[in-house]
């Protein structure tokens, strides 16, 4: 069946099941510290070794070992203290820790799933402008600045095209702008030119002085050496990162999948202060509830 293949369908089952074994192992955990006992598990020790290992680049000692054990227990007795006393309600930064612990999980699910080829082909296709690899230009430029010819520049600007194309020395304007540039990618010409310049380029044909060409500085008389065109490579040239970017997708669209599932099992209802209209629109409704007017 059809829906048996879908990803997120996978992903879903697989949170299930990091739910319930997440769960399973802390309920063990805290049957074994119930009560004033504090039982530090081999798994636990292993963990609190392994952190230890990876921060210093080497096991920690026997020494060591048992003040990092110590340092855990008298963890463990802060935090049922602060329980106890309640100090965990209506904090807020506990609450956003919680609700990021949360999402963490739900997260680690989609790095479990491996798309098949054709799902990466469709994802590829449906997003092509995200892959797309840039066109080159490779052209040179004679700049003018346009403040220099009174109310008609252009005018200027094609009679030195008429000196290009007659083999002569055209008078440009000095600017910092490079006179020649080598397979520059279009971000790096609107980058340089301003932007929009490189789609003018793409109408103008290679071999020949054409224009004027106007750029965020002024008028430019420009010579196409070399146009190479912007294309879409195969699945095989960048599998990863579009294995990267489809999985960052599926994360995404699990997130909201079970937050949608997590709302729905709730009923909010929402005690709006006296006087606010929850039919205003968002700048009002955020006036009313700060007591300004609206």
Not at 9 to 34: D, P, R, T
Not at 181 to 190: G, K, L, N, P, Q
């Amino acid at each position: 069946m059809k829906f048996l293949k879908e990803p997120l369908l996978h992903f879903l089952v697989i949170g299930v099941v990091l739910f319930v074994v997440y769960s399973s192992m802390n309920e063990s955990e805290e049957e074994a510290e119930s009560g004033q006992r504090i039982v530090v598990t081999s798994g636990r020790v292993e963990q609190l070794a392994g952190i230890f290992a990876k921060t210093w680049q080497r096991p920690p000692t026997r020494e060591e070992l048992q003040g990092i054990i110590d340092d855990f227990a008298l963890e463990e007795v802060y935090y049922r203290q602060a329980i106890e006393m309640g100090l965990e309600r209506d904090d807020t930064i506990i609450r956003r820790r919680l609700r990021q612990k949360l999402e963490f999980l739900t997260d680690d699910t989609a790095s479990l799933v491996e798309p098949s080829d054709a799902e990466l082909q469709a994802y590829l296709v449906d997003h092509e402008d995200m892959f797309r690899e840039s066109g080159k230009y490779s052209f040179r430029q004679v700049y003018f600045n346009p403040e220099r010819f009174g109310d008609d520049p252009e005018r200027y600007v094609k009679e030195q095209l008429a000196v290009l194309n007659s083999n002569g020395s055209p008078v440009g304007d000095v600017s910092l702008l490079p006179q020649s540039v080598d397979d520059f990618s279009r971000r790096a010409v609107d980058g340089t030119f301003g932007t929009g310049f490189a789609q003018q380029l793409d109408s103008l044909e290679t071999g020949s002085w054409q224009g004027p060409v106007q750029s965020g500085l002024g008028l430019h008389l420009v010579r196409i050496d070399n146009r190479v065109p912007g294309r879409l490579p195969e699945l095989a040239e960048i599998r990863e990162i579009v294995q990267r970017e489809w999985s960052n997708a599926k994360r995404v669209e699990l997130r909201a999948e079970i937050n949608a599932r997590m709302l729905e099992a709730f009923e909010v209802v929402i005690d709006w202060p006296e006087g606010t209209n929850p039919a205003a629109s968002e700048d009002e409704v955020s006036n009313e509830v700060a007591g300004g007017s609206p």
